[in-house]
């Protein structure tokens, strides 16, 4: 019963405690509350029980009554460390159980070998179980026995094996109410699905075990490991990080299994090393070394020294030692059969070649190299990555751009997998290396034009093809209308003045549901489709455009100006000097948007000169007097392009890739013709250009006041050729898909954004920050505006700085009058901006503003 009904299970138990029982039935008694809190309690106590029980158990001699009492406690001893005392206790229920107890028994000490990483062992005890189990028509012992030994394949890399003993317990399971252990086998395919790199059917499956263990009030800490696990390799490590530390927190206040305690840990340190926070990294695994070495547990230990040494070398310790050391976990892992092998001798290869140690390099990541083609996508990135090395050390760049090409295909096809626009983005960050060392190739070999293939090959890789859209899941629609009433409410009480952390707690946990759904959307798009040709990019641009990108490499700005057939290379300043010159403009651009800070204006025109050196460097006499894209690195996409100085008087506009601009370019108006008109509440200005646009626009649909409720909202913009929303805008840096527009009813969120089935065809957003972004992955961004491309905007005019609201109405009007003669987005702002009166404010607004895109 402790498994079917835990709570109860444990309340029955202390009833039997309390009316006299008989020694046999105490021993009972005293051993679920030992196995209720060896799992979900405090340790401690889990053992007084447990030895009580078997006292209890030998004194009524029992034998098969003390075997299984034993099996119990040796698992308990385990999970304390006490590993030896462990492995007795197991090993003497064992010899003194018979039979059906005697298999039970067996199946236990399989599990304690799981545990301690001892699979071989693990696996020919089950063997030896499950033919006795079976025979005694025992369901719920074989399933159990089923799902642990498909958790053992799936630590040996044998996905299929798992697979099909998990479908067979589970069809077990269902004839059982074993609730725990159903949870339990719910989970243990998420990780199967997560084994096989189906990250979307792993999340949904790890979170429907959650919410079966919280319906029984048994916390599962496999399961934060798992759910780590899984966001690590969706490219979420900051958040695995907090959520294996929060666990941990957890599990100490409890007083849980140290065993457990050790594997968060070594979760952490990995989640760490994952988020650029190598002294962390160390921290944690140093400490999941020490507690693995003591519980004897050479399997995990070895798994932890793999992660420290990582750390060590991402700190920059590098070593002769570190090689040797890193060589010595290689060995070890395969010994053990361990899929985290190739990833030791990666890291052996590429510590000796930052020692110059060319010959010990080329032995590890010849051996590394042997995993490029079978396993999971991670494992044959990891071989790839080893081939671009050899290749790059015996200097052979075609070989090191094979190999990426090749290691990038593979990411490719798992990242498509994904159908959320945010997995898809995070999860470049596992390519970064290849597309940087493909960069590096393509630079010595002196070809501009294949440095700009290979910098598209891995930029705004997310807006490659559209997110695919939530399934009409009438719980994710509940939630998303609960968190705008929600926000909405918040919002309201913060202008009031009023207390709203209750109101805010609820909006937080509602983030976290409707996040949580969205993930588990799974991909449909078969792969990234077409590839990017430099010819048909010079086709587009003609004579007269010139398209601008910057890639960095080694940390240096390179421009690659693009028009007239050819591509030219110009090296320009140093990124971090042009992020802390971006930062200042930005600040100078806040201070502009209030009368009286006139005296700013020389200071941030002279920051704009200075970020057109850095940026642009000489490219910036050679763009000829025609219209520019420019094509900047997630980490610049803040910069105000216009107030540069040789682009201050252009037709302008921005993109995230060449390949965003082309798609944008040959992206075919909607028939009809429609124009949506959006006033949402609470502007400064009351949206006073509405009015006039609705008069200009004759037919145009305007929805304000209650009108203007999400729902109406959305299903006016769908397919539309115009709209112009003027609200309010957040930019959510924590989550940028939660970044927002306020409407009458709460904010429209970018996640409602993505249910569109085409999103306008153009669309201007005349509030403060709709163009900022969150730079994630390898060069991704997440924002309002990178979500509406995908979806069939092909051009958008959002603000990337505070503005003034009075300043903003002439803006757009003038907009609007240059669309209304035909001209693009980029043109209509160009001629809107030497429209504005010639005052600070208003130059500073038209700055803010730029175009993206192409139409």
């Not at 904010?747 to 957003?765: A, K, N």
Request: charged share 25%; glycine share 8%.
């Amino acid at each position: 019963m402790v498994f079917a009904a835990p709570n109860q299970a444990l309340a029955r138990a202390e009833e039997v405690l309390g009316s006299d029982p008989s020694l046999l039935h105490a021993s009972v008694a005293h051993q679920v509350i030992g196995i209720w809190q060896r799992d979900w309690g405090d340790l401690k106590i889990a053992l007084r029980h447990l030895r009580r029980a078997r006292d209890l158990a030998a004194r009524a001699e029992s034998a098969d009554r003390e075997a299984d009492v034993l099996a119990a406690l040796g698992v308990a001893l385990v999970h304390a460390g006490r590993t030896r005392q462990g492995l007795d206790a197991l090993e003497r229920g064992v010899a003194i159980g018979s039979g059906h107890t005697r298999a039970r028994v067996l199946f236990r000490r399989a599990y304690a070998c799981w545990v301690l990483g001892h699979h071989r062992e693990a696996l020919e005890d089950v063997r030896r179980a499950v033919p006795v189990l079976r025979q005694a028509d025992d369901v719920i012992w074989t399933a159990r026995a089923l799902t642990l030994r498909a958790t053992v394949h799936l630590a040996l890399g044998s996905v299929e094996r798992a697979e099909a003993d998990f479908a067979a317990a589970e069809e077990m399971w269902d004839t059982t109410g074993q609730d725990h252990d159903k949870a339990d086998v719910v989970e243990s395919r998420g990780l199967a699905a997560f084994r096989s790199g189906d990250v979307p059917v792993a999340l949904r499956l790890l979170d429907e075990a959650e919410e079966r263990y919280a319906k029984l009030g048994t916390p599962s800490f496999m399961l934060y490991i798992r759910r780590c696990e899984v966001l690590m390799a969706a490219g979420l490590a900051p958040e695995a990080l907090g959520e294996a530390d929060a666990a941990i927190g957890l599990l100490d206040r409890n007083g849980g299994q140290s065993t457990r305690k050790a594997e968060l840990l070594l979760v952490a340190a990995r989640a760490a090393r994952l988020a650029d926070d190598p002294h962390t990294a160390i921290a944690r695994a140093a400490l999941a070394v020490r507690l693995f070495a003591a519980q004897r547990r050479t399997w995990w230990e070895t798994h932890a020294r793999l992660v420290l040494i990582e750390a060590r070398a991402a700190a920059g310790r590098g070593s002769g030692r570190l090689v040797a050391d890193a060589a010595d976990v290689a060995d070890r892992l395969a010994s053990f059969g361990a899929p985290a092998a190739p990833e030791a001798s990666l890291l052996a290869g590429r510590i000796a070649l930052g020692l110059g140690w060319t010959a010990d390099a080329e032995r590890h990541l010849a051996v590394a190299a042997r995993s490029r083609r079978s396993g999971p996508p991670l494992a044959r990135m990891t071989g790839w990555a080893a081939q671009a090395l050899r290749a790059r050390a015996a200097g052979s760049g075609r070989g090191v751009l094979e190999a990426c090409r090749r290691g990038l295909d593979v990411l490719d096809d798992h990242r498509m997998t994904l159908g959320a626009s945010e997995l898809r983005a995070r999860a470049t960050a596992q390519g970064a290396e290849l597309a940087a060392l493909a960069q590096r190739a393509s630079l010595d070999s002196g070809s501009p034009r294949r440095l700009l293939v290979w910098s598209e090959r891995w930029r705004a890789t997310a807006l490659s093809a559209p997110p695919t859209r939530p399934p009409s899941d009438p719980e994710l629609l509940s939630d998303m209308t609960a968190f705008r009433e929600i926000a909405a409410r918040a919002e309201e009480a913060r202008m009031e003045g009023r207390p709203v952390p209750a109101l805010e707690r609820e909006q937080r946990r509602l983030e976290r549901e409707i996040r949580s759904r969205t993930l588990h959307i799974r991909g449909d798009a078969p792969g990234e489709g077409r590839r990017f040709e430099p010819e048909r990019l010079l086709e587009r641009l003609g004579d007269d455009i010139r398209l601008v990108e910057l890639a960095v490499l080694d940390g240096r700005v390179q421009v690659l100006l693009c028009g007239q057939g050819r591509v030219r290379r110009y090296e320009a300043g140093l990124l971090a000097d042009a992020e802390t010159e971006a930062e200042y403009v930005q600040a100078g651009l806040r201070r502009l948007a209030h009368p009286g800070a006139e005296a700013r204006l020389p200071l941030v025109e002279a920051a704009g000169r200075r970020l057109e050196e850095l940026l642009l460097g000489p490219a910036a006499a050679q763009l000829g007097s025609g219209p520019v894209v420019v094509v900047p690195p997630g980490r610049l996409h803040r910069v105000p392009w216009a107030l540069l100085p040789s682009l201050r008087e252009r037709v302008l506009s921005v993109s995230p890739s060449a390949s965003g601009w082309l798609r944008a370019r040959e992206t075919e108006p909607p028939t009809g013709g429609r124009h949506v008109l959006v006033r949402g509440p609470g502007l400064a200005t009351g949206g006073a250009e509405v009015p006039e646009l609705a008069c200009r626009y004759a037919g145009s649909t305007v929805l304000e006041n209650d009108d203007a409720r999400v729902p109406r909202v959305l299903a006016e913009l769908d397919g539309a050729a115009l709209a112009h929303i003027a609200a309010h805008g957040t930019f959510r840096a924590d989550g940028p898909l939660f970044s927002s527009l306020r409407m009458a009813d709460g904010p429209l969120i970018v996640h409602d954004f993505e249910r569109l089935d085409r999103s306008p065809y153009r669309i201007i957003l005349s509030c403060c920050d709709t163009a900022r972004f969150a730079s994630v992955g390898a060069d991704e961004l997440l924002g309002l505006v990178t979500a509406l491309l995908p979806l069939g905007t092909a051009g958008v005019v959002a603000c990337t700085a505070p503005v003034n609201d009075a300043a903003v109405v002439p803006l757009m009007l003038a907009l609007h009058k240059g669309l209304e003669t035909g001209l693009s987005l980029a043109e209509a702002l160009r001629d809107a901006r030497a429209a504005l009166p010639g005052d600070t404010v208003h130059q500073a607004t038209g700055w803010a503003f730029s175009a993206f895109g192409a139409a």
